[in-house]
């Protein structure tokens, strides 16, 4: 890892990462005044963010991890502020575009379909920060984030399996070696709901309490996913409903595409009768780009955060490959990729190839790895 002296001094390190906030007058935009501007907040989020990418290069140096609590105030700030900005935002737009006349069909669709990225890029990344703090407060600010896009399972699933069992055959969001997103995405959508509500079940049941117990968080979840769609109906009507259903689709797609790339073909080794190595930073993939991760507030220094998930975005450290396995580009164009499947495998599988040369030269039949068929986690 590069050591350089702490990046953490605010308001002015913070102020990059806060530019996420500029989606908010983009959707706006949109809303405003329609035609080609309804495009603002993909155009942004991956073409954008890519090009500022392949000029502004990368980002390897690192904050002291030791930095006090006390000095990352602004950059706490900017997540949770984005919480009550983006509830005004969506909901302000489910009331407004169904009654706008100067926009057609075509643009209210494709207005909320960029609100889903904006959701899913940002809200999802957001929440996914908060919910990892200790603090009551953080936490349920990501339950609103997640609810907000029907996909309030993703705290449980994400804390109590993905964490715990990343890169073995337990973990549903850990992409097999030469599967396409498009089987990917299915399998994930009903393993994850699946696996998280049984997490929470098995938890109560170590405490002797059923599931129905009121301390069972999925109560929390549909509650609140239920809200926001009374919400939606209420200040939209069935059109503002059906807006706020296609924005939560794709802040979904959009998670779940971001959770393909984070992990794909990578493994922890199998050690026999259930037991696997510890997590380490090789296990996840790495991508230093420099302004995709203001946008994504370093989640793409993701081999970090599953080797330190208590650290905050700003302390997550950037690892060279002779620790981490690297990603060719950033985010908004590895998301791009994998929905092409030969597209993705043809820049993806020589890189996973390497990386078992490199970590795993003792292992020689990758069969049971690749369809996850080695015996699950004790």
């Known amino acids: ?213 009121l301390s069972n968080p999925f109560f929390k979840y549909w509650a609140l996913q239920g809200a926001m769609l009374v919400l939606a109906f209420l200040l939209g009507g069935w059109s503002g409903f059906g807006l706020f259903l296609m924005q939560a689709g794709v802040a979904i797609w959009q998670l779940e595409l971001v959770n393909y790339v984070e992990h794909y073909g990578l493994t922890r080794k199998h050690l026999g009768d259930g037991k696997y190595e510890h997590v380490q930073p090789r296990h996840s993939w790495n991508a230093p780009f420099k302004a995709s991760n203001w946008l994504l507030i370093n989640l793409q220094r993701h081999s970090d955060h599953h080797y330190k998930p208590d650290r905050r975005f700003p302390l997550l450290q950037n690892y060279t490959e002779a620790d981490a396995p690297q990603l060719p580009y950033g985010y908004p164009v590895m998301t791009m990729a994998a929905m092409v499947p030969p597209l993705w495998r043809k820049v993806m599988n020589k890189r996973v190839k390497r990386w078992r040369e490199m970590y795993y030269p003792e292992i020689t039949d990758w069969t049971a790895y690749n369809k996850a068929r080695n015996p699950m986690p004790r």
């Open 1 to 213: 890892m590069t050591r350089s002296a702490p990046q953490t001094t605010p308001p002015a390190a913070a102020l990059p990462f806060a530019l996420s906030l500029a989606l908010i007058p983009l959707a706006w935009i949109g809303a405003l005044n329609g035609g080609w501007t309804v495009l603002l907040l993909p155009l942004a989020t991956w073409a954008l963010f890519s090009g500022l990418d392949a000029v502004l290069g990368m980002n390897t140096k690192n904050a002291d991890p030791e930095t006090d609590e006390d000095e990352l105030f602004w950059y706490k700030g900017i997540t949770i502020a984005w919480v009550p900005l983006q509830f005004v935002t969506v909901f302000a737009l489910i009331w407004y575009v169904p009654q706008s006349d100067h926009l057609n069909t075509v643009e209210k669709l494709a207005l909320f379909f960029g609100v889903g990225v904006m959701t899913g890029t940002i809200g999802i990344n957001y929440s996914h920060e908060l919910m990892h703090q200790k603090n009551r407060l953080e936490r349920g600010l990501a339950d609103v984030l997640l609810a907000m896009v029907l996909y309030s399972h993703f705290r449980s699933e994400h804390l109590l399996v993905h964490h715990r069992y990343v890169a073995t055959p337990r973990d549903p969001v850990t992409a097999r070696y030469n599967e396409g997103f498009h089987r990917f995405y299915p399998r994930v959508l009903k393993q994850c709901l699946i696996s998280a509500f049984r997490a929470e079940k098995d938890m109560l049941a170590r405490k002797n309490l059923p599931w129905t117990d």
